[in-house]
């Protein structure tokens, strides 16, 4: 009976074998289980919060009565969601600015070799493996009003002052030799935030620089040290403009996670005070949800949409093979 099988079966196995040898049938269907993952987890909600956007859908219902785009044009009548987009466009692109500095800086460190470097490495890539709720509520108490490791550190190293100065901060705690309020005060609270984000996205650029710096040939390197390029003249002349092209492909991710991002504003200040730190996230989930308007809370969230559209165009465009020749 197994005689009369096989010849039977091996055929059929082949075709299979070839079958699953071929790239136009192998590739849709290692593909398959990401599209179907994206279509499900993405895709249905936010198809989901487009058809919300043009309701009076309200908390507790899934539907509403068709509206059109007044949820879109009405938003604008508010101070608080022109404040957030103001302050999403702050928070994302001062954010990527101190990344970009810090990232070339520790890159340039990192590369070389001292005693330490795994342990160096591992603390700067610590931020982005932490969970961010953990790692927030940790800076939640660093700058608390009353335990504020930072305020300590200013006063000792004699800093406070001149910080005060720098950001223009005046109000009686500074006048009583009070402890400065990070969180409690609208310009330090959106400086706050701006720099934890800053802290969780830089560990992600850093990767990226020093896979650039491995693409720069020895001989740029060489040709540097003979020239006498060294230290900042070397960074600025010869690694910055080698490694623009990555650099802009870690900028532009860090866009798209910084302008989404939720969890940061919303541990720290919940969008305040007085909602002067709402960002376009935050002030969807307050009206959304807080408040019970999804439709309006939908149309907030969409607003996000054409702006990180054409991040991603541009981050496809700047995404490709790069030579230093």
């Known amino acids: 009976m197994e005689a009369e ?22 590739a849709p269907l290692l593909i398959a289980p990401a599209v179907i993952f994206m279509a499900l987890v993405v895709g249905v909600p936010f198809g989901w919060a487009i058809y919300l956007s043009f ?33 999403t466009l702050i928070f994302t692109f001062a954010s990527q600015a101190i990344v970009v500095v810090g990232a070339s800086v520790l890159s340039a460190f990192l590369v070389r070799d001292f005693r330490g470097k795994w342990f160096i490495r591992f603390l700067v890539v610590l931020p982005w493996a932490a969970p961010v709720v953990l ?11 009353l335990y504020s490791v930072a305020n300590w550190t200013l006063t000792k190293l004699h800093l ?13 705690e500074t006048q009583a030799q ?14 706050a935030i701006t720099l934890v984000q800053a802290w969780r996205i830089l560990p992600f650029a850093v990767v990226i ?37 990555i650099a802009l492909v870690a900028v532009l991710f860090g ?24 960002v376009l996230p935050t002030w969807a989930f307050q009206i959304g949800i807080n408040s019970g308007s999804l439709g309006e809370g939908a149309a907030i969230s969409l607003y996000l949409f054409p702006f990180l ?16 020749t």
């Not at 790692?135 to 009003?145: A, E, Q, R, V």
């Not at 866009?255 to 709402?278: E, K, M």
């Open 209 to 245: 620089f020093i896979a650039g710096r491995a693409s720069i040939p020895n001989e740029v390197e060489d040709a540097a040290t003979i020239d006498g390029a060294t230290g900042l003249k070397k960074l600025w002349y010869i690694d910055v403009p080698l490694q623009l092209p």
């Open 160 to 172: 406070e002052h001149a910080l005060i100065w720098l950001l223009g901060v005046t109000h009686v």
């Open 309 to 324: 559209i054409l991040v991603t165009i541009g981050m496809l465009f700047f995404a490709r093979p790069v030579q230093v």
């Open 255 to 278: 866009i798209v996670f910084t302008a989404g991002d939720f969890a940061v504003v919303y541990i720290l200040t919940q969008g305040g005070p007085f909602n002067s730190t709402q």
């Open 55 to 87: 309701t009076d859908a309200i908390g507790g219902s899934l539907s509403g009565h068709w509206i059109g785009l007044h949820n879109f044009t009405s938003v604008w009548q508010d101070d608080n969601f022109r404040r957030a987009i103001r302050n």
């Open 135 to 145: 790692s927030t509520i940790t800076w939640l108490w660093i700058l608390d009003s």
């Open 5 to 26: 099988a096989a010849p039977g079966w091996r055929p059929s196995t082949r075709r299979w074998r070839r079958a699953l040898e071929d790239r136009r049938v192998l």
């Open 178 to 191: 009070a402890p400065l309020q990070w969180l409690g005060r609208p310009n330090l609270a959106l400086v």
